[in-house]
């Protein structure tokens, strides 16, 4: 009797024109590309001959840009294909529910947040580089998971570093968890330093490649201020229990600590196809075309405490920890506005924090995330409250 075709994964990739997206399809690539797996959709935003080219080279069924203006665009670059297309937030949320079974969540920005809730809410096993998602929804996104009956599968380095870390038969001896963080391009600078940054100096990592705003957001340590409550959700750890070390090299992607005194780190070059390949076949490990560590090259590792004078974000993630509720939420949404402000050369680099913090102080008193239209309605107000700051800061900057 002839054997059955093997079935074909079948995939989605949000967000599949960003530095994340193109190292997915890359990963996807080298474990058999089309052979193994079926695209059902793709999405982008501006990059429409980049969607179009990739949704021909995976065979996509739909492919999505996320402005609408540009949809035209798209179906003249996909006209006689085969290839559906769709745009605007509706497109999003169509490719979310397309019946793919792992879901890459890679959208930058809250932007992310309803299309990624509408895959996990069908029960796809969501592959999260969105960290967005968790620091503004928690619980809510976690709950979305769980009901939906999906996996969450990390792929930001370090809670994928994290999340190979901790075995699951030793949950009940974990004792912390070890955030790495390479400090960015002015870990040695001071605030005087600091002030002068541009946006060019700011985008520029002295070991990742990766999206602008996540570029920027590791060289004011926003990144990082994001991740500690990516793990909080993630990990179901208290704020107590996860500690952030500066280490320059990006080698030790992150560890976890038990109770016996063990630390358990995983370790690699900084390439993010690892933690895609990891979340992709998990739990094998793929065969992956990456650069291997040669330890004698690399001599040694550094670490360092993070300086939470110069570095204020670490020390604002840990009062939005602590307060809970929708100051997550507040936090992501006041940062996304500083940072359009700032590459805007609105502002200036060290006002991204001042602005953050203004806006989380003011909006202590705001509901509790009980629902996500308390997430979304919190997201707005401090979007609102942190372009009106900025432009208070551009106007003084002009005189
Ligand atoms: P990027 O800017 O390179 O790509 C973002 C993707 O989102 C693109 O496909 C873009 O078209 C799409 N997009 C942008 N605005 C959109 C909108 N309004 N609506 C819908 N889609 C939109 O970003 P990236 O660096 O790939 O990061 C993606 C996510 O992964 C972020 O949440 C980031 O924090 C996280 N992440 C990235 C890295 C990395 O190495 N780049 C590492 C860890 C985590
Ligand atoms: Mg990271």
Not at 64 to 86: F, S, Y
């Amino acid at each position: 009797m002839k054997e059955a075709a093997p079935t074909r994964q079948r995939l989605t990739v949000l967000g599949s024109t960003g530095s994340i997206g193109v190292n997915t399809l890359d990963v996807i690539g080298q474990l058999g590309g089309p052979e193994r797996f079926e695209m059902l959709a793709l999405t982008g935003n501006g990059n429409i001959p980049l969607l179009a080219e990739q949704a021909k080279r995976c065979r996509a069924k739909l492919a999505v840009t996320a402005d609408e203006t540009r949809h035209a665009e798209l179906k003249a670059a996909l006209a006689g294909t085969g290839i559906a297309t769709a745009a605007g937030r509706s497109g999003l949320i169509e490719a979310a529910e397309m019946d793919a079974g792992w879901v890459m969540a890679a959208i930058v920005g809250t932007a992310g947040l309803a299309p990624t809730i509408a895959a996990a809410k069908r029960g796809a096993d969501i592959a999260l580089a969105n960290k967005e998602c968790l620091v503004s929804a928690g619980d809510l996104f976690v709950e979305a998971v769980k009901a939906g009956g999906g996996r969450l599968i990390p792929v930001d380095s370090e809670h994928s570093a994290i999340f190979q870390s901790l075995e699951d038969d030793q949950r009940h001896a974990l004792e912390r968890i070890v955030l790495t963080a390479s400090g960015g391009p002015f870990r040695t600078w001071t605030r005087q330093q600091m002030a002068e940054v541009t946006v060019a100096m700011a985008r520029a990592h002295p070991n990742w490649s990766m999206g602008l705003k996540i570029s920027v957001g590791s060289a004011s340590m926003f990144n990082k201020a994001l991740e500690m409550i990516e793990a909080k959700h993630l990990f179901d750890v208290t704020p107590e229990q996860i500690e952030v070390i500066v280490h320059p090299q990006s080698i030790v992607h992150s560890m976890v600590g038990y109770t016996d005194g063990s630390v358990l780190a995983q370790l690699g070059c900084p390439d993010m196809r690892t933690a895609i390949g990891y979340a992709l076949t998990y739990p094998k490990r793929p065969k992956l075309n990456v650069e291997r560590l040669d330890f004698a090259k690399l001599a040694r590792l550094d670490f360092e405490a993070p300086d939470e004078v110069r570095f204020p974000s670490l020390r604002l993630a840990r009062l939005a920890l602590t307060r809970g509720g929708t100051q997550g939420a507040v936090m992501n949404a006041a940062e996304e506005g500083a940072f359009q402000a700032f590459v805007e050369e609105k502002i200036g680099f060290l006002d991204m924090a001042e602005i953050v913090e203004e806006v989380m102080e003011a909006m202590t008193a705001h509901p509790p995330a009980a629902t996500m239209e308390d997430v979304f309605a919190a997201d707005t107000e401090a979007r609102r409250r942190a372009g009106e700051i900025a432009g208070r800061i551009a106007a003084f900057r002009k005189r």
